[in-house]
T-cell receptor, first 115, second 114 residues
């Protein structure tokens, strides 16, 4: 069964610092991987997704993620954190099951950004 | 225009009651989902419907009964509410046919059972 592990339930960075949120997946076949962001009291918004077209994926708000098959990782990065990036971030994998997708989420990482 | 909407946004009720949450999407998608987010923010799929047909049922208690009157709507009815049902319930929708299609989420319904 496919699963996702997010290392670090809380990450704190200073404004302007590099953001690195870690995600490792387990899958017997190349997966489809997603990063979603959840701002307080809101729904989830897609940041970016990996669908095997390119290993380095650029998303919204300056975020990007690199798919590394050898490390079974899909870490999310942003060169310079902004206060507005403070939110909960979820990595998710989509198992292939007859064309009907469901998302299996990691436990989430709360990003705090300090002035 | 809101892509995926849910009503109500907040729902406070007592144990044993029956309640419903409604979801509508105007994206033209034919697959809709219900996810539950617990107090620790963990998200787990509950159900998925494709063109009004149930295709995913993730071992959810039968007190939960989803209904899809048409492909733009997916409602969730919960009977005999329990304290453990307190959570945020998210509706989502997507296109069908490729698991790379992203899911669009509604704003969530925060259910509190007292």
């Amino acid at each position: 069964a496919q699963s996702v592990t997010q290392l670090g339930s809380h990450v704190s960075v200073s404004e302007g610092a590099l953001v690195l949120l870690r995600c490792n997946y387990s899958s017997s076949v190349p997966p489809y991987l997603f990063w979603y962001v959840q701002y307080p009291n809101q729904g989830l918004q897609l940041l970016l997704k990996y669908t095997s077209a390119a290993t380095l994926v650029k998303g919204i708000n300056g975020f990007e993620a690199e798919f590394k098959k050898s490390e079974t990782s899909f870490h999310l990065t942003k060169p310079s954190a902004h206060m507005s990036d403070a939110a909960e971030y979820f990595c998710a994998v989509s198992p292939f099951s007859g064309g009907y997708n469901k998302l299996i989420f990691g436990a989430g990482t709360r990003l705090a950004v300090h002035p | 225009d809101t892509a995926v909407s849910q009503t109500p946004k907040y729902l406070v009720t007592q144990m044993g009651n029956d309640k419903s949450i409604k979801c509508e999407q105007n994206l033209g998608h034919d697959t809709m989902y219900w996810y539950k987010q617990d107090s620790k923010k963990f998200l787990k799929i509950m159900f998925s419907y494709n063109n009004k047909e149930l295709i995913i049922n993730e071992t959810v208690p039968n007190r939960f009964s989803p209904k899809s009157p048409d492909k733009a709507h997916l409602n969730l009815h919960i009977n005999s509410l329990e304290l453990g049902d307190s959570a945020v319930y998210f509706c989502a929708s997507s296109r069908t046919g490729d698991v790379s299609y992203e899911q669009y989420f509604g704003p969530g319904t925060r259910l509190t059972v007292t």
